[in-house]
């Protein structure tokens, strides 16, 4: 789509244009090319000079079992991640939705975690979950569970999914409750008179109607779950225990400014800007298509 | 009939309190880690490392908030919150005008290497700056902008999102209004100020509510940058207030500031809640 009535001239648009082309460039386009230049060399231990490798350090990366581990940890991450968030947004608003009066009150207290940033979201669970002092660990050890994410890498990874997918409820409970709201309530009440009952409504009428929000919201999480989520894995378990907890992104801060290795982390984030392209692209595909039952 | 109807689907009676109950449980649920960090900002740190800590508020409001605010753990929070809003406001504000202004250029104006731009501004929403951080952070260094607000906000300003929101924005004003400003001989700038912004309000505003957030709720990056505490952010300063050895964490003020760090966002996004929705809606989609 063109606007037909455009105005004259060169110098002004591209002063209008400039202090975004600059700062793209500057921040962005330069230092994700010399991620590109540097995932092709090996610096040497002095950080003097580099060796120039080709496609050694992809080469190592995908050959290297911790990194494919990191690979199998990030895709358990976010699939848990994703089924844990939008399910009980899911169940959330579709009890919400049957309420004629004061869904309004519930929505202003579930948008709540959204605006909690996942570093203080893990913050939260950890002080739960804590070893020493958590509330829930206590009680769990009272029921003869000893709880202890420290050294248990299954229950780490546990903790930091619920402690990341806890705040996504809330996002994902917003574009739900707004897709039901949107169900034609005609079509609803035309199947309640055929003698259609609740669940048989939901899931023949109502979930396909959703399908739409549901696939957009799916990419949406996956995305998050890779990228946003460093903070809780930051604060909750540092990737531990074992490397147990170690997603993709987590692995390229521990590399490239923990490990200092930089040829490999530059590498990592090119992966990873191949990760992200295929993930947009399927995004959009499915937001052009709108995806119907 | 259409009210017999109206009951079959809409919950009445029994089931009507059912609905309510289930959703009160669903929001307790949910809230109970908020609910506790309350609780344990106002009560002693002898009552937390003695589990199982009460479930109800203790007397130690003000002590507790205030020790955070003024004294801190390595710095005050109230010098961690000061940056965290210059940074959240300093990435809106700064989004949303190089953004206004490039969306205006590429609607409105034919110049050449238009297209080029661009795609060059769309390649930058592909790829968020957890993928990018050691050569950004190379160049931060290289301009010397470590430790300083231009290196919290700058990079993280790079991105396109807004530009293409706005893009898909102008594009529905009419061009008769283009075309009248034309006619009357109102130089572009002009026809920008007192068409295009006005009318761009809200959208300017449901985008502030997202950016804000999203500045505010950084973390990686100034984990990264900001290696003197008083510049750090209080999102990521949190974690910095946790001992590195075997000590006990303070953990009535650590659990204050955490209170502290979520007031702000959680204040734009409930007040402006209408607004928040319909940018969130628009963001993604």
Known sequence: MEKRVTFRGWWLPALLIAPQVLISAVFFFYPAGQAIWQSLFIPDPFGLSSQFVGLGNFEFLLSDKFYRASFVTTAVFSILVTLCSMIPALFLAVIADRLIKGSGVYRTLLIWPYAVAPAVAGVLWLFMFNTRVGVVSWYLGNLGYDWNHVLNGGEAMGLVVVASAWGRISYNFLFFFAALQAVPRSVIEAAAIDGARFWKRFWTIVLPLLSPTTFFLLVVNVVYSFFETFGVIHTITSGGPQQSTTILVYKVFSDGFVGQDLGSSSAQSVILLIVVGLLTVIQFKFVEKRVHY | ?285
Not at chain 2, 79 to 98: E, H, P, R
């Open chain 2, 1 to 285: 009939m259409a009210r017999e109807v109206h009951g079959m689907v809409e919950k009445r009676g029994a089931g009507l309190w059912l609905t309510h109950v289930l959703m009160i449980l669903g929001v307790l649920v949910i809230f109970f880690p908020i609910w506790l960090a309350f609780v344990a900002s106002t009560v002693t740190q002898a009552e937390i490392v003695r589990p199982p800590m009460p479930l109800l508020p203790g007397d130690r409001f003000w002590e507790n908030y205030a020790a955070a605010l003024f004294s801190g753990v390595n710095v005050p929070v109230a010098t961690m919150l000061f940056n965290s809003l210059v940074m959240a406001i300093g990435i809106a504000v700064g989004k949303i005008v190089i953004s206004l202004l490039s969306a205006f250029a590429i609607v409105y104006f034919r110049f050449p290497g238009r297209n080029v731009f661009f795609w060059m501004i769309f390649l930058t929403l592909m790829l968020p700056v957890e993928v990018r951080i050691v050569p950004t952070y190379e160049v931060v260094a290289g301009f010397g902008m470590l430790n300083s607000y231009g290196g919290l906000i700058f990079p993280l300003i790079a991105s396109a999102t807004a530009t293409f929101l706005f893009r898909q924005f102008f594009l529905t004003i009419p061009d008769e209004l283009a075309e009248a400003a034309r006619v009357d001989g109102a130089r572009p700038m002009r026809f920008f100020w007192d068409i295009v912004v006005p009318m761009s309000r809200t959208n300017v505003a449901a985008l502030f509510v997202i950016l804000f957030i999203y500045g505010w709720n950084q973390y990686l990056w100034p984990l990264l940058i900001t290696t003197d505490p008083e510049m750090n952010t209080i999102v990521m300063g949190i974690k910095q207030m946790f001992p590195s050895g075997d000590d006990v964490a303070d953990w009535p003020v650590i659990m204050a500031t955490s209170i502290l760090a979520m007031i702000p966002p959680v204040i734009v996004v409930v007040s402006m809640q209408r607004l928040f929705i319909r940018g969130l809606v628009d963001s993604e989609k």
